[in-house]
Structures are given as C-alpha cells and as structure tokens.
C-alpha cells in the first residue's frame, strides 16, 4: 500500500473508529468484486481500501503512522525514534470490545452466514496475533471466496438425454473437463466447486457455473421426460398392419401397427424416454404415426380406390 490509509478511505486523520468502518463498509458495498464482477479497477481498489481499512483498525500501528514513526507500508520512516512509552503491548482490536473486524463489517453489508454475494465472505478478523507479532502478519487472518465465472456448452439432444464427457474451453486458452449428467435439461446450468477464480488473500476459489444449451434433434423432441417421435407408415401397414421399427433414445425397437391404423394415432412405449435425476423415474416415448402415400399412384391403385369408394361410401369428416 503506498497510499495514505487515510485518503484511501475518504476520512479525516482524527476520525473516530466509527467514522471509520462506516466509510470503508460505503466503499466495499460498492466495490467488491462479486458485487462488479470482471471490473478489474473496482477490484484493485477493493483490495487497497481493504488494506486501509486493516491498517488502521490496528491501534498500534495507527498510533505509530499518526506519529510518523512508520510509512503506508508499515515499514520505519528514517527519521524514526524509538518511543520510551508503549510499543509492548500487544496489536489493539481498534475498538472497545475488540470486535471491529471485517467479517462484522461484510456481514453488516451482505448479510449472515450464506448472504454474500456468490457466497464470499471473510475467513476471519485481522489482527489476531499475540503479544508484538510482527507487522506483516495482519492480513493472515482473512480471505475472500473468488469469483464465480460462467460458461455456455452446447451439447447433442441425446448427449443431454444419456449423459457424456464434454471438455469446455476457457477464455484464457485452458480447459475444463465436466460430466453432463443424465438427463440434463436445455438451459440448467451445471455447478463444478472451486473451478472459478482464485480467491484473496488465501480465501477459497469460486465456482464455474456452465450453462447447457441442447441442441434440437431432427426427429424427436421432449416434453418433460417423455419423449416424442414421429413415424411414417405406407397406406397398406395402416390398413392391413404391420410390425415396424421406432427409434428410440436407446436405439431402434419393434412396434406392432394394427389394422386401421389412421394418420395421428399415439402409441406409448413405457421407459424409453428421460431419467429423471431428481426421482430416479424414467418417462415413456411417445410415438404418432403418419400414413405417407407413395410418391406415385398408379392406375391400378386409383382403380381399386375408386371401385371400393362406390362399394364403401364413408365420410372421414364426419367421424
């Protein structure tokens, strides 16, 4: 820090401990970096109000940058003179009670226990040493949970349906192996612990949140865990029936066609849709059948139609 402490927090050199925290919990409401996330200049501001705010919560050594016997970095000015009263006593607590740490401060400001945002929260209160336990070991005490980064993968409809092994790409050129579990829906995102930024000061590293985008499949669509599928069938399996094949997420099955089967009819196969995660239950698949004429009607079948037409009259409208 080479910066007056002071300046750093906008206060006065004779504010009191109150005035203080009240300006260094303004500017961490403001800068920290889950709350401006990517802002490279808040953060580095963040840290050095941070190292105000330590700095001079420590009445020793507010007492000794007050007198001029030490500099910003807590190191000895060279006009430096050994003072006959004090100095060895212990660090002070900066304040009656001894309770004037940043965990109070940043719970004051985000709120108890889980009510950081992205879950930072100080590891502990500066100032914990014992006895003269030197300058440099202030900010031993506390760390901030790092930052949160977020990711898009795009991935197969049936790679979502089955689960697989994907490998994201990150931003600065490394890469990310994660498993898509079974099952995984078009916009959910997947958390991996520990997998975003570093933190500070020792705190822990925050999480990489990747967001899954499915890919829509040529052929079949789901609707909650079922699946949906459509399947053509010849004029003659609709009417005479037909033992046909269906595919299905777990590869091709054989589906019985009764006779007159027409256009639109659903058949149900129990179990070959999604497994659900949460409960462990598999949907079924669901398949609508279409009647697709052949692509030319020879006389002969316009022949016949027309001979049964007049022996069959039948309005399908009016069913």
Known sequence: MAEDPYS????????????????????????????RPGDKAAAERFKKVSAAYEFLTDAEKRQRYDRGEIDEAGEPRRTYRRSTAGGAGGRGTGGPGGDFGFGDIFEDIFGAAGGFPGG?????????????????AGAAGFGFRGQDVRYTLEVDFMEAVLGAKKRVTL????????????????????R?????????????????????????????????????????????EAILGAKI?????????TLT?????????????????????????????????????????DESLSYFMAEWKQRH????RKR
């Open 192 to 236: 991996l612990r520990g997998k975003g930024q570093p933190g500070l000061r020792g705190g822990e590293a925050g999480d990489a949140l990747v967001e899954i985008k499915v890919r829509a499949h040529p052929n079949m669509r789901r609707e909650g865990d079922d699946i949906h599928v459509d399947v053509p069938i010849g004029i003659d």
């Open 313 to 316: 009259p039948y309005d399908p």
């Open 120 to 136: 930072a929260r100080p590891g502990g209160r500066p100032g914990a040493g014992a006895g003269g336990a030197g300058a440099g």
């Open 8 to 35: 750093l927090l906008g206060v006065a050199k004779g504010a009191s401990e109150d005035d203080i925290r009240r300006a260094f919990r303004k500017l961490a409401k403001e800068l920290h970096p889950d709350v």
């Open 171 to 190: 931003p600065d050129g490394g890469q990310l192996d994660l498993t898509v579990p079974e099952g995984v829906t078009d916009g959910q995102t997947l």
């Open 245 to 253: 094949e269906a595919p299905t997420v777990g590869g091709r099955v």
């Open 257 to 297: 066609i009764p006779k007159g089967t027409s256009t639109g009819r659903v058949f149900r196969l129990k179990g070959k849709g999604v497994k659900n995660a949460t409960t462990g239950q598999t949907g079924d698949q669901l398949v609508t059948v279409k009647i697709v004429l052949p692509e030319t009607i």
